[in-house]
C-alpha cells in the first residue's frame, strides 16, 4: 500500500511517498496510527504474563528486521519505505525491546513512565521546542521556571529563599554542574585562566558514589588522582570522621580541598551520607557541599521518608533525578543550586544572536545559565504528571516503592536461609543473595576463595534463566570484595502486589534448586 502524493512542480521526489513530502492530513494519519501502535502497547503493560525481555542475540535481532521488511543497517541508496513498513519498523522496535514498564522489570533505577509524562513528553516533541530563549519557548520557559521553583520548596525554606536551577540531561551531568560551580566560586579565574596555573583543587565523595563524580572530575580538570574516595560505615554512608582525615591529608599535600559530593541514595546499597555532619566538615574549610539526589532525592517528596535527607537545607546544590522513582520517561533530571545568579555568571556567554538584552522578555531566558546551546523542555512532563497526581499521588507511589523494598527485605530475612542479605537494607534497594544448600548459612568474612567464586556464580546463572524465560529482570553486581549479589531495586513499581513478589521469589529459589541441586 504505497501513498503517492502529486508534486505541484513535478519534482520526483515523491514517487515512493515520501513522509517528508506528506502534508498536513497524511502527517496526521500516519501520526495516528503510530499512536495506536504505542498506545496498544501502554494497554498491555500490566500484563504478567507478557515476557519483560524476549532475549535474542545480534544476530536474532538483525533477522527480525530484515522480516519486518525493515533492515537494521541503512544501506547507501536506501529507498523511502512505505507507511506500512514503517509501522512495521515501530512495531517490531516495541516487541524486541525491554518492557521496562512491565511490573516485574526491577533491574535498573527507572522503569515504568507515568502516562502523563509520555503525554508530556510527547507533546514536548510535537511543539519541538528549543528551550534557550522565552522568545521560542514561553510556555517551556515558565513551566520550566515553576517546577524549579516547587522543587526548591520542596527542598526546604532555606532553598524556597533563593535558588537557581535547571533541567539538564542526567544526573551525571547534574553532579557535573555541581562541581562545575564550586571551581568556580573557589577559583573564579579559572574560567579564563584554565587549569593549567591554579591551586590543586581536590574534592571529596563516598567510596560508593556514581561514577559520574569520577567523570565528572575529569572533565572539569581536575583529574582523577584529585577526587578522593572517602570510605563509608557497613550501610555505604560516607563517614564524616574519614572525609575529616581526607581532607587534612589533601591540606598537608598541599592541595586546595573545594568539593564534597554527598549521595542521597547511593546507586547500589541505597545508603544515605549524613548530610548535616558533612555540612559541618564543609564549613569548617570552606568547601561547597553538593548532594547527588539522582536516587534517593524522591524521599523529599514523603513525610514518611524525608528525614533519610535531614541535612538537606544546609547543601549548596543538588541533583534531582525524576526519571528515576518520580516515574518520569527519560531524561528528566534537575539541577539546582541555592545561590541566585551563580548559573548565570559562571557560564553566560551572552551571544548576541540569540540573547539579545533588548528583546522582549529577555530577562526571562534560560539559556545562557547553560553549558548547552539546545535544550529539551524536559520540565514540561513533570509538570503535568504533577498534575495529574498531585503531591498526594506523588507521596504515595514513592511510599509504595519503599513498602515493596521492605516486603522482599522481610521474605528475605524469613525465608530460612534460602535469601540472605548482603546490607541491611536502607531505602528502596534489597541487596541479597539466593544460596545453594552447601552455601547455607553464608558468612563472607569465614568463607573459603572457593565459596566465594562459586557463589559469584549464582546469580549470573540465575538471572540468565530468568532472561531467557522473559521472567523478572533484575541486576547483580559484586561489592568490596563480597561476590555477586541480586539488586533488586523498586523505582516506579505502583502496579506490583506484595503476592507477585512472593510468587517471583518462589520462582527463584525453584530455579536456584534446579541449577544447583
Ligand atoms: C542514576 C544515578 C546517577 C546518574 O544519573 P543519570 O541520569 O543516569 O546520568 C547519579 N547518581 C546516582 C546516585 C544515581 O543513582
Not at 515504568?112 to 516533541?125: F, K, Q, Y
Not at 504533577?386 to 524469613?414: F, P, S, Y
Not at 534460602?418 to 553464608?442: E, G, I, T
Not at 546463572?461 to 539488586?487: C, E, H, T, V, W
Request: charged share 20%; with cysteine.
Amino acid at each position: 500500500m504505497h501513498e503517492h502524493t502529486p508534486i505541484a512542480d513535478g519534482k520526483a521526489a515523491n514517487r515512493s511517498g515520501r513522509l517528508a513530502d506528506w502534508d498536513g492530513d497524511k502527517a496526521a494519519a500516519f501520526l495516528k496510527q503510530a499512536a495506536n501502535l504505542l498506545c496498544e502497547h501502554m494497554a498491555s503493560r500490566n500484563d504478567l504474563t507478557q515476557p519483560v525481555v524476549r532475549l535474542a542475540s545480534p544476530a536474532e535481532l538483525a533477522v527480525a528486521f530484515t522480516e519486518a521488511g525493515v533492515p537494521l543497517e541503512l544501506r547507501v541508496g536506501e529507498d523511502a519505505a512505505s507507511m506500512p513498513r514503517l509501522l512495521a519498523a515501530l512495531g517490531a522496535t516495541l516487541e524486541h525491546s525491554v518492557r521496562t514498564a512491565h511490573p516485574l522489570f526491577l533491574n535498573q533505577l527507572y522503569a515504568r513512565p507515568e502516562p502523563a509524562g509520555i503525554a508530556g513528553d510527547w507533546l514536548t516533541v510535537v511543539a519541538n521546542t528549543n528551550v534557550h530563549t522565552y522568545e521560542a519557548a514561553p510556555v517551556f520557559t515558565l513551566v520550566e521556571r515553576a517546577v524549579l521553583a516547587r522543587l526548591a520548596v520542596l527542598a526546604g525554606p532555606s532553598w524556597a529563599a533563593a535558588h537557581d536551577g535547571l533541567f539538564v540531561p542526567g544526573g551525571s551531568i547534574a553532579n557535573m554542574y555541581g562541581m562545575h560551580l564550586a571551581r568556580a566560586v573557589v577559583d573564579p579565574d579559572s574560567a579564563s585562566r584554565g587549569a593549567a596555573g591554579g591551586p590543586c583543587l581536590v574534592a571529596f565523595t563516598s567510596a560508593q558514589a556514581h561514577y559520574s563524580y569520577l567523570k565528572s572530575a575529569r572533565v572539569c580538570g581536575l583529574g582523577s588522582d584529585n577526587l578522593v574516595a572517602v570510605p563509608c560505615d557497613a550501610s555505604g554512608a560516607m563517614l564524616p570522621a574519614e572525609l575529616e582525615v581526607a581532607v587534612e591529608a589533601a591540606l598537608a599535600r598541599g592541595g586546595v580541598p573545594f568539593f564534597v559530593g554527598a549521595t542521597a541514595g547511593s546507586t547500589v546499597l541505597g545508603a544515605f551520607d549524613p548530610l548535616v555532619e558533612l555540612a559541618k566538615v564543609c564549613r569548617r574549610h570552606n568547601m561547597w557541599l553538593h548532594c547527588d539526589g539522582a536516587w534517593g532525592g524522591a524521599c523529599l517528596l514523603s513525610a514518611m521518608h524525608r528525614g533519610l535527607m535531614d541535612g538537606v537545607e544546609l547543601v549548596d546544590s543538588l541533583a534531582l533525578n525524576p526519571h528515576k522513582m518520580m516515574g518520569l520517561p527519560l531524561q528528566c533530571s534537575v539541577f539546582l543550586a541555592r545561590r541566585e545568579g551563580l548559573l548565570q555568571s559562571t557560564n553566560s556567554s551572552n551571544a548576541d544572536y540569540l540573547f539579545q538584552p533588548d528583546k522582549l522578555h529577555a530577562d526571562m531566558d534560560l539559556g545562557d545559565k547553560t553549558i548547552q546551546c539546545g535544550r529539551r523542555a524536559d520540565a514540561y512532563k513533570l509538570w503535568l504528571t504533577w498534575k495529574a497526581l498531585g503531591d498526594a499521588g506523588l507521596e504515595q507511589r514513592m511510599d509504595r516503592n519503599i513498602a515493596l523494598a521492605a516486603h522482599v527485605e522481610a521474605r528475605v530475612v524469613a525465608s530460612g536461609g534460602a535469601f540472605q542479605m548482603v546490607r541491611p537494607r536502607s531505602f528502596a534497594n534489597v541487596c541479597f543473595w539466593w544460596l545453594p544448600r552447601a552455601l547455607r548459612p553464608f558468612d563472607a568474612a569465614a568463607a573459603s576463595p572457593e565459596q566465594l567464586t562459586a557463589l559469584g556464580k549464582v546469580a549470573p546463572a540465575l538471572k540468565m534463566r530468568m532472561q531467557q524465560s522473559g521472567d523478572a529482570m533484575i541486576g547483580f553486581q559484586p561489592l568490596d570484595g563480597l561476590p555477586n549479589f541480586f539488586r533488586l531495586v523498586f523505582a516506579s513499581a505502583s502496579a506490583l502486589r506484595f503476592e507477585d513478589l512472593d510468587a517471583l521469589m518462589s520462582r527463584m529459589d525453584a530455579l536456584g534448586l534446579e541449577l544447583f541441586p
